[in-house]
């Protein structure tokens, strides 16, 4: 094998290592933090939890500002992608259903960073805010445009675009923000695969009857 396959080699294992210690670092780093908050978590605690040497921590995320804004910044890119999937090609009674059951499974897949998501916002969003006004609002923008296509193709009722999606990320989002007080009031210790799909089925029904839009 020659120098430069080696070489290359080489250069994508070192890539995949870096790729899944950041991928470890996040995904503790989004455990702690939600259930410890941004000043109960520490650099050393993130480190000890992912097997890593703090220094290795640093290495990708110089403090845990910059961590913690990681952690929502990941989330909210998944977020925004799953809204740029709906098109205006697409009919909104199969684009909002995958909308709804994508928004519910990282409400079961990742709910501590659907609550860092929501403390962060009741206080202010002093870490988000810029991303929010620029990245997210674009998207946001675009997305109800989406809606208001929808609308002039006679594919949904004129309703509000801007208040659907609220309401989509209100509803969906709840799964993760209040699970705790979901289970007691379905007396269990937590919400399961039993839970997630029947609200998947009624929140998709509500909204497309809501819409106007004919069932599946």
Wanted: charged share 20%; with cysteine.
């Amino acid at each position: 094998m020659s120098k430069a396959a080696t070489s290359g080699i080489k250069r994508r294992k070192l890539a995949d290592i870096r790729k899944d210690n950041l991928d470890q670092i996040l995904a503790v780093a989004e455990q702690l933090f939600g259930e410890n908050g941004y000043s109960g978590t520490t650099i050393a605690a993130i480190a000890a939890k992912a097997n890593l040497p703090k220094a290795n921590v640093l290495y990708y995320f110089k403090t845990k500002e910059a961590l913690y804004k990681g952690v929502l910044s990941r989330l909210l890119v998944l977020w925004m992608s799953h809204m740029d999937q709906m098109t205006a090609d697409q009919h909104p009674n199969v684009a909002l259903r995958q909308y709804i059951l994508q928004k519910i499974k990282m409400s079961k897949e990742h709910p501590n960073a659907s609550r860092i998501f929501a403390a962060e916002i009741l206080h202010g969003a002093p870490y988000l805010k810029q991303q929010l006004a620029t990245d997210l609002k674009q998207q946001f923008d675009k997305t109800c445009q989406v809606f208001r296509q929808w609308i002039a193709k006679q594919w949904m009722e004129p309703i509000n675009p801007e208040h659907l999606l609220f309401m989509i990320w209100s509803s969906t989002q709840a799964y993760a923000d209040h699970a705790l007080q979901c289970s007691m009031m379905l007396e269990k210790p937590s919400l399961d695969e039993s839970d997630y799909e029947p609200g998947v089925e009624f929140l998709t029904r509500m909204v497309l009857k809501g819409c106007g839009i004919k069932l599946l």
